[in-house]
């Protein structure tokens, strides 16, 4: 809680007071009651005849009182404003790293899912592997050292090894242990990018070197027969595939003309 220094403090007081004194307080509506003696009717009767009547127009001051109030009211309550936000700390009120709305991008992410979990943390994947070891350990005990099977068995043994580590990095069921293809998009291991990009790149450089082939023979018997050299450097320089593309494309090369297409009117 912010605390004002003792002059502050003062200050905030006397304002207080003095708003209570001149917004809050109520007007009196007459003078001071006084106690309430026994009197005779006849005393009674002059004692009201004396009183003063109000003026025609007290009614309208009256009014004018009563709608004044609120207005009091609403004055104090400003000024109440004004002395606490005096007394605040603007290092608080101005505090960005506290209240400011912070981002929850994290959330989107496979990462964060709740039944996946890294591989090399889950309980169930070590244990797979450590059936796998102990298979691959009882056989070595049957077996000499140095000798061929030992040996291959030794081998399999690091490359059951090298398997476990690459796959600790990917995600895993937390239920069953079980290495996760990810297809959300994201760059992540085992992920579905990477090898898309890689099959699209491949099956566009067959596409295009087949094209080519075709394009340079125009002859059905070699589509029978295959030009072996000619095809050769056809797939050689379709690994550029893509560029020679989009120059293609940029020239108009890549669709044919109208009046190159047959049309039927049957």
């Known amino acids: 809680m912010p605390r004002c220094l003792p002059p502050a403090v003062a200050a905030a007081t006397i304002l207080a007071a003095f708003a209570a ?10 003078p001071a009651a006084r106690p309430r003696q026994l ?4 005393a009674a009767a002059a004692e009201v005849a004396a009183v ?3 003026a025609p127009d007290a009614p309208a001051a009256a ?13 104090a309550g400003l000024l109440a404003g004004v002395v606490l936000a005096a007394c605040s700390s603007p290092a608080e009120a101005l505090d960005r790293d506290s209240n400011a ?11 964060a899912a709740k039944y996946l979990e890294l591989c090399k943390d889950n309980k169930k994947y070590a244990k797979k592997w450590k059936d796998k070891f102990f298979k691959v350990d009882a056989k070595l005990k049957k077996y000499p050292k ?4 030992y040996n291959r068995l030794l081998k399999k043994k690091a490359g059951l090894q090298r398997r476990k580590e690459a796959y600790g990095e990917r995600l895993c069921g937390k239920k069953d242990g079980t290495p996760r293809t990810i297809a959300t998009g994201e760059f992540v291991r085992g992920g579905i990018i990477p090898s898309s990009l890689a099959f699209i790149y491949t099956t566009g450089w067959i596409g295009w070197a087949g094209r080519s082939y075709l394009r340079r023979t125009l002859d059905t018997k070699k589509e029978i027969m295959i030009d072996v050299p000619l095809a050769l450097t ?7 595939w893509p560029t020679y593309a989009w120059q293609e494309i940029v020239n108009g090369e890549m669709v044919a003309k109208d009046e190159d297409i047959h049309r039927s009117f049957f």
């Open 21 to 30: 004194r001149a917004f809050v307080a109520l007007p009196a509506s007459g």
């Open 39 to 42: 009197r005779s009717p006849a």
């Open 52 to 54: 003063p009547r109000p």
């Open 63 to 75: 009014e004018a009182e009563e709608a004044a109030s609120p207005l009091r009211w609403l004055s």
């Open 101 to 111: 709305v912070r981002p929850t991008l994290d959330k989107f992410t496979i990462k």
């Open 146 to 149: 140095d000798t061929a099977v």
């Open 234 to 240: 056809c797939m050689a320089s379709g690994f550029a």
